[in-house]
Every structure is written in C-alpha cells, then in structure tokens.
C-alpha cells in the first residue's frame, strides 16, 4: 500500500471529522437533539449529541474498495449507526435494539467478517456475531466521559491500520485509519469541556468497525480471538469492571450509571485529561502488542493468554474503587 494514499486517507478524514461538526452540532440544537445533565449523566450542561455522523463522514473516506468484506463491514457499521441514532432521538431499551443489533451481526459474519476458530461455519458465524455485538455495546458503555472514546478510537484505529498494513491487507488497513483521523477530528470538539457528543451512532458505529476490521486483520484459531481481544481491551476491560461491579452489589447490569473505569479514575482524584489519556494509552499498548502479533515478534498464544489474564486483572483491580458509598451527612 502506498503510504501516500494511507496518510491521505487520514488526513482527508481528519478534515471532513473536524468540519462536519459544526453543521451537526447546530442542527441537533434546531431539531432538539440534545443531551441533558442529570440522573446518571455526569455532564453538567445540555450538549448536542449529533456528532456520531461526523464520524461516519470522515470513515467513508477509506471507501468500500473491492473486498466484498469491507463493504459487509460497512454496511453492519450503518446499521448499528442508524440504531443508535434513534436511540439518541427516543430511547429504545436493549431488547428492541439486540432486536435489530444481532440479525444484522449474524449478516456481516455470513458475508465473510468472521473468526474462523472451529471450523464449523455455523458457529463460527454465531460467535462472531454475538462478539461483534458484545464489542459495538462495549465501546458504547466506554464514551462515558468528555473526549474518551475519540481518543482511545484515534489510537486504536491508528494500531489498528498498522497490522493491517503488516499483515498486507492494504485495503482493509484504510478503514482503520479512516476512522482514526475522523475521530481526531471529531475530538477537537468533544475534548473536556466538550461542545458535542457522538452520542449511540457514533460510539456503536465505532465498536462494531473496530470489532470488525480486527476480524479481517487476524485470523486463525490464535490469531483472531488474541487480535480481537488486543483490538477493543480497553472497552472490554470497562464492560467487565461494570458487569462484575453490578453484580456483585445487586444493581441492574444494563442500566446506566458513574461506575465505569473513567469514574473510577476520577473517584481516585486523576483529572478528566490525565484519564482520557491513561485511557488512550492503553489502548495503544494493546495495539502496538497486536502489530508485534502480526510482525511474529509475539507468539498469538502468549498474546492471547497475557492479554486476557492483564483483563481479568484490571477488571479485578478496579472494583477495589468504591463509586457506590453514598457520603452520609450528619
């Protein structure tokens, strides 16, 4: 792949992200789409949450190219877009959304984005569907602070294009860094205080191309699971602290709430730029650790044991923060 073409993509993409959200943002106030403080909601002032189409735009750029598999890609990416984006309008609940998320996961996966682990093409297409549904959720619990996700999408995606360019899948490699520059550019804005959110469609656009594009990356009964998992770790790591918390203290595991790892951070006394960048750095280690996969310097297996025992372990460490104790007056 010429490198020409991949800065270009990024740079193009960069510019169309950062510009789009001006019209977006003025939009979502004209027609009400914004995002209020209050209950669970950390903000502390109504912001507009159309910035996920921006996003979107800046993506495009890479193009669909010639691999039937990265225009499945993009076509699951739009549908959870368009899901999330009448999510941000009138909230659906998970059902109705799990409703229209897993057929269509089930359709990218039959359409050849897929971990081929058993052998078995039906439930290879099954895991790879309830994966990617998995990942595109997670990464929508992780835009849960001022600016998280743009940074932790730019690093990863940036990684990301990386293996894909060492593992000579040039086409597919344009995507990522698509999306990387998109949302650099978005982050101009959401960076604390943020003037927008990418909001539903944003943040499960991003989760399910992220997810996706790992698939096309790696592949192999080591490779694909170990590469997926590297790909989205932060944003796994945050769903398990979450699902694990509320469920030892008996809260309901989908509903919102301040009890993320960003909040957790917080709660330690970490400011929110310190945060997003601890956040973004992390997921560049898990990145650079799947371009060395793809390189041969790292064994998949070890790769794959080391990433999931350093989940299990941050997930763990991070229930030691208490974000439940109410503070009692007296």
């Not at 979502?28 to 921006?54: E, I, Q, Y």
């Not at 941000?88 to 998970?94: E, F, Q, S, T």
């Not at 191309?209 to 009964?221: E, H, M, Q």
């Not at 951070?265 to 280690?285: E, F, H, K, T």
Request: with cysteine; aromatic share 6%; proline share 6%.
């Amino acid at each position: 792949m010429n490198p020409a073409i991949v800065l270009g993509t990024a740079v193009s993409a960069t510019v169309v992200g950062a510009l789009a959200v001006e019209p977006l943002r003025r939009l979502a106030l004209r027609v009400g789409l914004v995002d209020h403080p209050g209950g669970h909601k950390a903000h502390r002032a109504p912001t507009p949450c159309l910035g996920g189409p921006a996003i979107i735009l800046g993506t495009a750029v890479a193009g669909v190219a010639d691999d039937p598999r990265v225009r499945a890609l993009f076509f699951g990416g739009l549908v959870f877009a368009l899901v999330g984006l009448v999510d941000d309008a009138r909230p659906l609940g998970r059902l109705p959304r799990l409703a229209v998320e897993t057929p269509t996961a089930l359709l990218v996966a039959v359409n050849g984005v897929r971990a081929d682990l058993t052998g078995v093409p039906w439930l290879d297409v099954t895991l790879t569907a309830a994966w990617l549904v998995f990942a595109a959720n997670a990464f929508n619990l992780l835009d849960n602070m001022d600016g998280a996700l743009g940074a932790v999408t730019t690093a990863t995606g940036l990684t990301l294009g990386a293996a894909a360019l060492a593992a000579g899948s040039g086409p597919v490699a344009l995507v990522p860094f698509a999306l990387a520059g998109s949302a650099a550019g978005f982050l101009v804005h959401n960076w604390t205080p943020a003037r927008i959110f990418m909001g539903d469609c944003g943040s499960l656009f991003i989760g399910f191309t992220v997810a996706g594009c790992a698939l096309l990356v790696f592949d192999g009964p080591f490779h694909a699971p170990a590469g997926a998992l590297l790909a989205t770790f932060t944003a796994t790591v945050d769903t398990g602290v979450v699902l694990l918390a509320r469920a030892l203290h008996h809260r309901p595991l989908t509903c919102g709430g301040t009890d993320h790892v960003a909040h957790r951070l917080r709660r330690v006394g970490l400011p929110a730029p310190v945060i997003v960048c601890a956040l973004a750095a992390s997921a560049a280690v898990s990145g650079v650790l799947a371009v060395a996969m793809t390189l041969g310097v790292l064994s998949p297996l070890v790769a794959l044991f080391g990433a999931g025992a350093a989940a299990v372990a941050g997930v763990l460490a991070f229930q030691q923060v208490d974000v439940y104790r109410v503070a009692v007056t007296v």
